[in-house]
C-alpha cells in the first residue's frame, strides 16, 4: 500500500531531525570528552610539577641534605593520590622512592585508579606517564630530580565523572526534545499541505460525479497549493454555469417551440375534425408557424456556429463603408414599406477582418433597429476611428431596452418586455450571436438605450 503524504512527510522530517540531532550530538560528545582529558592531563601536569616545588623546599642547601621524614610523609601523601615519587640527588642516587618504600601499597593503589578508570570511562585511553622534573633552587643550583609517574587521565574527583555525565544526559535531553518537537511540526506542516491536496482530491471526485456547486474552503497554506484550490474551484464554477447554460438551452428552446407546435396541431385538428374549412388564409398561418420553427431551428444552428471556437476565420481588407452600404441594400425593401430612412455616415475605414461574419453581425443589429423602430424613424450607421480601433455604431429611433435589461439581451432567448408586445417573431437569439461573432473576431459589443428613444449598439475591432 501507497504511503500517505502526510506519513512520508512527518517521517521524513522526524528522521532529517533525529540523523541531524544524533550526528551533533555524538561530535559533542567526542569532542567534549576530549577537551576535558586534555585539561585533566593538564592538571596532573600541574600537580606533579607542584610537588616537585614542594620537595625542593625540603632540602637544606647549608648541611646539603634532604629532610627524609618530610619527604617520606610527603611522598606518602602523594602517593594516596595516585603520584609515584621517586627523589634523586645530583649523582643520581636514589633519595626517597615511593616503590622501593613500599611496593605492594604502589602497585595496589596504581591498580586500582586503574580499574576504577576503566571501570567508569571504558573509553578512555589511560596510560602510565612519568614526569622527569629537575630540581632547582631559586638561585638555579640543581639539587636533584624527582620522577613524578602516574596515570593520566585520571579523574581523580567524582565531580569530573559527574560533570560528563550531566553533559551527556542534557544531550541526550536535548535530542528527545528535538525529535518530538520535529514530530509534533512534522505533523503540523504535513497537515496544512496534505489537507488542501486531500480537499482538492475529494472535490474533484465530487465534481466528476456531477456535483458542480462544490467547493475547496479557502485555506492559507502555500502558493502553489492556493493556486490549485483555486484552479479546482475556477473548474467547478466553468462546470456549473456549463451545466447551468446547457438546461437553460434545452428548457429555453422547448418553451420557444411549444407555441409554434401547439399551433399547428390545434390548427391541424381542428381541420381535421372538420370544425375549421382548411382555407388557404388557415394554411399559410400553419405554413408560417412551420417557418417560425424552422427559424428558430436555423438560428439554433448559427448559434452553435458562432459559439464553435474551432471554426475558421478568414481575415482580408474589409472596406466598411461599402460593408454597411451592401448590408443596407439589402434592407431596402422593409426600409421602404416603414419608411424608415437608413443613414451611413462617417470615415471609410479598412479593416482586416473576416467579411461574412462581420456582414452577419451588422445584418443581425440593422434587422433588430428596423425590428424595434416605429416607421417614419431614422436609423444612422456611423463608422468611426478612434485610437487603435474602429467603430460602428447602428442607432435607431425605436423603443429602446431598460437600463436594468440591457446587460440581458447579449444572452440567449432574452427579450424585452417592451419587444415581447410586439409581434416582431424574434426568439431572442440574434444577439447572443452578434456576440459571439464579435468575439471571435476579436471584437467587443456594447448597448446604450433609452426607453421609447432609441438604442445605439456599438462594435469595436482593433484596426
Ligand atoms: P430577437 O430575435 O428577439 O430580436 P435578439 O437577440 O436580436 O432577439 O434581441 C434580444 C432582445 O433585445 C430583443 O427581443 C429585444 O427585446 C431587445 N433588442 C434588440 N435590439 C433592440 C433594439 N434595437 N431596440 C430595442 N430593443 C432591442
Redesign the pocket.
Known sequence: MKKSLRFQLSFSSALLVLLTVCIIALSAHFSIQRQFDQYIMERQAAHAASLAESIISQYDVQQDSWNLDYLHGFGMYALSDGYIMKVYDTSGASVWDAENHDMTLCHGIMESIWTRMHQQKPDTNVSLITDTINLSMDDGMVIGHVDVQYYSPNYSRESDFGFLEALDHLLIFAAIASLVIAIVLGLWMARRIAKPLSDATQAAREISSGHYDTRIPPHSGSAELTTLTSAVNQMAQDLESQEERKRRLTTDVAHELRTPITNISSYLEAMAEGIWEPTPERLTECHQEAQRIAGIVGQLEALHRSEDQSVHVTKSAIQLRSLCESVASTFARPLEERNIKCEIEGEDLILQTDGDKLRQILI?LLS??I??SPDGTDITISLRQSKNNAQIRVA?Q????PPAEQAL?FERF???D??RSRE?G???????I?KALTEQLGGTISVE?QVNKG?V?TVTFPL
Open positions: 443581425n433588430n433597429a425590428k424595434y435607431d425605436g423603443i429602446g431596452i439581451i432574452y427579450r424585452t417592451l419587444s416582431t424574434g426568439a431572442g437569439i440574434g444577439l447572443a452578434t438605450s438604442s449598439f
